[in-house]
């Protein structure tokens, strides 16, 4: 289970990432930025859009500590990279220097928070989706499908009742996050129904599939 964010050490540093800190991040590789920095949405993370001295933007992550290992976030860039190679439409983080390497990370006392550089990608919803959108859709989902099953990522959790059934509510319990009023009540029904599903999840093949995909 992943660490709750305010006793990870470096929580406090994480929420005083600086315009300058993280220019300085993302030209580690020779970039230059013009000071034009938009913070952008994020759930977790923390994310900024910047533009290069080319007129060019790129986005950097800065990944919010204790959630994934080093090793779990490099099984996340290769299947971005994988799906980028097979010429599936996706923003794959860019090589921060020499040898390919996507993820970096911050020195000093902000050691142990990592990144990564993206290209700003453009996108768009339509009100409604025509025949051939939805073809297009489900042939890009298909090949991602086909992409995650051919490589691995064994730093990555299984979705499965284990995993984010009972782990999660055991994380709840243990730190005192539920109303004591509903704490037992949560408690069994959390347990009821990963009794009831965990056997349809026996035996069943997994592959790698891509978490943020919002169609």
């Known amino acids: 289970m992943n660490t709750p964010f305010g006793q990870h050490p470096l929580a406090g540093r994480f929420n005083a990432l600086d315009p300058a800190m993280v220019a300085a991040a993302v030209e580690v590789d020779g970039r230059r930025t013009?000071?034009?920095f938009v913070v952008l949405n994020s759930y977790e993370n923390r994310v900024y859009e910047l533009e290069l001295d080319d007129g060019s933007r790129v986005v950097g992550k800065f990944y919010r500590p204790g959630r994934w290992s080093r090793d779990a976030l490099l099984d996340e860039h290769d299947f971005l990279l994988d799906l980028e190679e097979a010429e599936v439409p996706v923003a794959a983080p860019l090589e921060l220097d020499d040898e390919g390497e996507t993820l970096g990370e911050l020195t000093g006392e902000a050691a142990g928070i990592h990144y990564a550089v993206y290209p700003k990608t453009r996108g768009r919803v339509p009100q409604?989706?025509?025949?051939?959108q939805l073809v297009q859709l489900g042939e890009w989902l298909a090949r991602l499908h086909d992409v995650g099953a051919a490589g691995t990522a064994e730093h990555r959790p299984a979705l499965t009742p284990a995993t984010y059934g009972r782990a999660n509510l055991a994380f709840?319990?243990?730190n005192g996050v539920l109303p004591d009023a509903a704490r037992d009540g949560y408690a069994f029904t959390v347990e009821a129904l990963c009794d009831r599903i965990e056997p349809l999840f026996r035996d069943v093949p997994t592959h790698r599939i891509h978490g943020?995909?919002?169609?």
């Open 172 to 174: 709840l319990l243990e």
């Open 128 to 132: 409604e989706f025509d025949d051939d």
């Open 212 to 215: 943020d995909c919002h169609p």
């Open 34 to 36: 013009t000071g034009r």
